[in-house]
């Protein structure tokens, strides 16, 4: 079965700081995708960034990019020059690529100090 | 505004009720999937329909049933109600079932059981 575990329940970082957030999975499938999705206090889920297992270019989005050590199964979001408006939980998440049963870590609740 | 609506955003039921929930998803997307996030158990997929059809499962309840109709949007029927299914039902939707596809998740459906 592939799980996904994040570490860190709860993080903090001061603004315009960079901060990381950690992500394992365990899977024995080489073809798959990997998902950051942040959850503020509106609940609302959205996708932050994506990674498709086949690339090794780590993918970035404006001030968020992601460390993907496929030997490794990690993948930890940074966040950079960090924002008020960057605090939520944000979720890590995978799917191998014949399923879309889409599976999450529980989270990590991320803190911005003005 | 992801595109995906929910309603109502709010329920609030008895142990034992029966309710529905509906989702309609973004204008285009044929595939329909359903989440429970609750405390205990986190984010989890239930089920995904696809243009119609029951697609993927995941981990549903037999008290759960979930459809999508000749218009695209999707009910989850959730019967015979226990405290412990007091929990946040996500909907989400993308273009088709398959392989790199983004989820867009909708404004969720938080459902209360006294």
């Known amino acids: 079965a592939q799980t996904v575990t994040q570490s860190q329940p709860e993080m903090s970082v001061q603004e315009a700081e960079t901060v990381t957030l950690s992500c394992t999975y365990d899977?024995?499938?080489?073809?798959?995708?990997l998902f950051w999705y942040k959850q503020p206090p509106s609940r609302q889920m959205i996708l932050v960034i994506r990674?498709?297992?086949?690339?090794?270019q780590n993918a970035t989005e404006n001030r968020f990019s992601v460390n993907f050590q496929k030997a490794a199964k990690s993948f930890s979001l940074k966040i950079s020059d960090s924002q008020l408006g960057d605090a939520a939980m944000y979720f890590c998440?995978?799917?191998?690529?014949?399923?879309?049963?889409?599976?999450f870590g529980a989270g990590t609740r991320l803190t911005v100090k003005p | 505004d992801s595109g995906v609506t929910q309603t109502p955003k709010h329920l609030i039921t008895a142990t034992g009720q029966r309710v529905t929930l509906r989702c309609s998803p973004r204008?285009?997307?044929?595939?329909v999937y359903w989440y429970q996030q609750s405390l205990d158990q986190g984010l989890q997929f239930l089920i995904q329909?696809?243009?119609?059809?029951?697609?993927a499962k995941g981990n549903i309840l037999e008290r759960f049933s979930a459809q999508q109709f000749p218009d695209l949007h999707s009910e989850l029927n959730l019967s015979s109600l226990e405290l412990g299914d007091s929990a946040l039902y996500f909907c989400a939707s993308s273009v088709d079932g398959g392989r790199m596809n983004e989820q867009f998740f909708g404004p969720g459906t938080r459902l209360t059981v006294l």
């Open positions: 329909y696809y243009n119609g059809e029951e697609r």
């Open positions: 899977t024995s499938e080489s073809d798959y995708y």
């Open positions: 998440a995978y799917r191998r690529t014949r399923s879309n049963d889409m599976r």
């Open positions: 990674q498709e297992a086949y690339k090794q």
């Open positions: 204008s285009g997307d044929l595939s």
